[in-house]
C-alpha cells in the first residue's frame, strides 16, 4: 500500500486541487484569449482583465488554502493570497500610468507568485502531480524578471503578458491529470 493510499488527507487534498487545476486552466486559456485579442492598448477590457487575473488568484489560493488545511500549513497560500490582492489594486494603479507600469507590476508579482508556487509545490512532492507545479514556479520567476526588464523597451507590449498565462494553464492541467492517482487514494 503506498503512501498516499493510507493517508485519507491526501486524497481528498488531492481530489479538490485536481478540480480547482482543471479550473484555473480553463480561466487561463480563457483570459489569455481574451487578452491576446485587446491587449494592443489600456482601454477599460484589458485593465478589467489585468486586475481580474490576480483576483481570480486570490479565489484560487483561498480554495487551495481551504483543501490543503488536512496536508500542511496553508501559511504561503496566505502569503500568496496578500501578495495577489495588493498586485490587484497596484495594477489597477499601473494602468493609469501606462504599459511600463503595469509590466513592472505584473512581473513583481510574477516572481513573488512563481517562488510561492515552487516552494508549496516543494513542500506538496508526496502528494504527487507537483513537479508541473514546482516548474511552473520556476518559470513564472523568470517571466516576471523579463516583465520588468521589458517594461524599458523602446515599444513595451502586454502581449507576452497574455502568453504568460498559457504556459501556467497548461501545467495547471498536467498537473490536475498527474493528481488523478492520488485524489484516487491509490
Known amino acids: ?9 491526501i486524497s481528498g487534498t488531492a ?3 485536481r478540480r480547482l487545476y ?10 489569455a484569449l481574451a487578452m491576446f485579442t485587446t ?4 482601454g477599460p477590457l484589458v485593465v478589467t482583465l489585468l486586475v481580474l487575473y490576480p483576483l481570480f488568484d486570490v479565489a484560487a489560493a483561498v480554495i487551495d488554502a481551504r483543501a490543503s488545511r488536512a496536508t500542511g500549513s496553508p501559511a504561503l497560500l496566505y ?10 489594486i497596484g495594477v489597477a494603479i ?12 505584473w512581473g513583481a508579482w510574477a516572481i513573488v507568485a512563481g517562488l510561492v508556487q515552487l516552494i508549496v509545490g516543494v ?3 508526496k502528494m504527487g502531480g507537483q513537479w508541473p507545479m514546482i516548474i511552473s514556479g520556476a518559470i513564472s520567476v523568470l517571466a516576471g524578471a523579463s516583465f520588468i526588464l521589458g517594461a524599458s523597451a523602446a515599444n513595451p507590449t502586454l502581449t507576452n503578458a497574455a502568453g504568460y498565462a498559457i504556459p501556467g494553464g497548461i501545467f495547471f492541467l498536467i498537473s490536475a491529470f498527474r493528481l488523478g492517482r492520488a485524489a484516487k487514494g491509490n
Open 123 to 125: 513542500t506538496r512532492r
Open 15 to 17: 481530489s479538490a486541487l
Open 94 to 105: 499601473a494602468c493609469a500610468s501606462g504599459i511600463p507600469a503595469v509590466l513592472r507590476v
Open 79 to 88: 502569503v500568496n493570497i496578500a501578495v495577489s490582492l495588493i498586485t490587484a
Open 22 to 31: 482543471f479550473v484555473r486552466f480553463a480561466f487561463a486559456i480563457v483570459w
Open 1 to 9: 500500500m503506498s503512501s498516499i493510499a493510507a493517508s485519507p488527507g
Open 39 to 42: 491587449a494592443s492598448n489600456l
